[in-house]
């Protein structure tokens, strides 16, 4: 350390005192009383220099704001002196609007209107032909005997059949051959038989025969289903296959619910997984079917109201609307009057086509959404946006599912794996769907015209020229012209001929 200096020392205390007391004013007076006269004028200047400024920034302030009213002024009249600009009419396609919500709500007020115009017209020309007795008559002909209830009875042996065969398939009892062999002529009796009673029973309704005929078809469809899983099944087993994906047909990433035990073969060989399969609203089987965690009654007391609303306007609109249109198209179509048989095929074609779209809804929509919520089935994508169809292959493949898909799985993708062509493969399952179609109408009506086979048959040609020349909404137009304009003309030659057959001649 250096030497201590009392000189040094003493001027470093008068330093700092100094600076204290020119921090620390004495007797408490302010600093400003403090400082010298030169100073306090000084000051003065500085607040005057910044009231300057202040007066400055504010008058900058107003003058851009000024100015930007005029520009805005000057923008205004020029955009009310300039008003066009390029752009597209709203219904050019190259416009890019797509909201016509009141294109759509007008068409729907103009097609109430028009048809509650000829509702009217038929109530004032034919008065109220709605009669319930009639209606029940056409199931019940002969009420002591019910041979179309009997029927549907009767399927459960068939059902029994299936199942005792796969369980001794499933043991080894019976081998494939032989289980084949009875597998074919179960379901070979399940068509020919009901088709035979129906024919040679008199009292059985066609409407009767239809809703039989029905049935066994679903259930022919049904089982041949699970004969082939339960054969998919037992070739996995013969490989070691110790556990089975959620499907053999349709492979699915969802999983099966919290709770649900996975059924595997041969344990899903039971009565109440038969009885399941029988009555859930498809026709593929599954061992596992995905399901809903529980029964929402809200929604299923909804589809019960719908169901019985629907049909009740179905037999009143076919009473009151179809049936004198049908009758009075009697006459054109024995004389063979064009003109006439043209007015009257488009005057049956609105209420057939309505009628349809109500039968749409009620089943595909309503019944077999009751069906699935009773059973929790969880699948239930019954139908696509056929709607939408711009090619008649697309409606085909979208307007019922259940049916599309037993087609492509146990059909259409069997014939393509034995080296079938796609062309010969779709015309196979268009000539399997006319059959049923065919089997569904003439049995029940005792009579073979294959209307409703040349109808299914024609879809092959129509469905290349509406996809060869068709597209977009020309597409879609000539489906629903299609659908409108092709069934009621075959219901008129079905009608026609069904009369002149059981009466004689046509009605006036």
Not at 48 to 66: C, D
Not at 305 to 312: N, S
Not at 329 to 336: A, I, N, Q
Not at 451 to 465: D, H, S, Y
């Amino acid at each position: 350390m250096g030497d201590w200096n009392p000189a040094q020392a003493r001027r470093r205390r008068a330093t700092s005192a100094g600076r204290r007391g020119s921090a620390q004013p004495a007797n408490g007076r302010s600093a400003a009383a403090t400082q010298s006269p030169a100073a306090a004028g000084t000051r003065a200047e500085n607040v005057v220099l910044n009231n300057e400024k202040k007066l400055e920034y504010l008058l900058e302030t107003v003058r851009p704001t000024a100015k930007t009213e005029k520009r805005r002024h000057r923008n205004d009249l020029s955009e009310w002196m300039n008003c066009h600009k390029r752009q597209e009419s709203l219904l050019s396609s190259s416009s890019g609007f797509n909201n016509y919500r009141g294109l759509l709500n007008w068409c729907v007020v103009m097609l109430v209107l028009s048809n509650a115009r000829l509702f009217l017209e038929n109530l004032l020309k034919y008065g109220v032909l709605v009669d319930p007795i009639q209606v029940i008559s056409l199931f019940v002909n002969d009420p002591y005997r019910w041979p179309a209830a009997c029927l549907v009875i009767a399927s459960n042996v068939f059902i029994m059949v299936a199942l005792y065969t796969e369980r001794q398939l499933s043991k080894g009892s019976f081998s494939e051959l032989v289980g084949f062999l009875l597998h074919c002529i179960n379901m070979a009796i399940m068509l020919t038989f009901p088709a035979a009673v129906v024919l040679l029973v008199p009292s059985v309704t066609p409407v009767g025969g239809t809703f039989v005929l029905g049935v066994y078809t679903i259930l022919f469809l049904k089982l041949y289903s699970y004969k082939d899983v339960n054969s998919w099944c037992r070739e996995l087993s013969s490989i070691k296959a110790k556990k089975l994906a959620r499907s053999l047909s349709c492979p699915s990433t969802q999983q099966l619910n919290r709770g649900e035990p996975k059924v595997c073969y041969p344990g899903n060989l039971t009565i109440r997984d038969m009885y399941y399969f029988v009555f859930a609203p498809t026709l593929c089987y599954e061992l596992n079917f995905p399901r809903s965690p529980s029964i929402r009654m809200s929604f299923l007391l909804r589809r019960l109201f719908e169901m019985l609303f629907f049909i009740q306007l179905l037999v009143f609109l076919t009473q009151q609307w179809m049936i004198p249109v049908i009758q009075s198209s009697m006459k054109p179509l024995e004389d063979m009057d064009l003109s006439r048989m043209t007015e009257r095929l488009l005057r049956l074609a609105v209420p057939n086509h309505l009628l349809w779209l109500m039968f749409f809804y009620w089943f595909f929509h309503s019944s077999m959404n009751f069906t699935a919520e009773l059973l929790r089935f969880g699948d239930r994508q019954f139908y696509n946006d056929w709607w939408n169809s711009e090619t008649v292959t697309y409606f085909w493949q979208n307007w019922n599912i259940p049916v599309h898909k037993w087609c492509l799985r146990h059909f259409y993708k069997p014939l393509l794996r034995r080296g079938v062509s796609k062309m010969i493969s779709q015309s196979a399952v268009f000539f399997l769907s006319a059959f049923f179609h065919e089997y569904l109408v003439s049995v029940p009506l005792r009579m073979f015209r294959l209307w409703a086979f040349t109808g299914m048959m024609v879809q092959l040609p129509l469905a290349w020229i509406v996809g060869r020349f068709l597209r977009g909404n020309y597409g879609n137009a000539a489906v629903w012209i299609s659908i409108i304009i092709g069934q009621p003309f075959t219901v008129l030659m079905y009608v026609h001929d069904y009369y002149v057959l059981n009466h004689g001649q046509e009605p006036n």
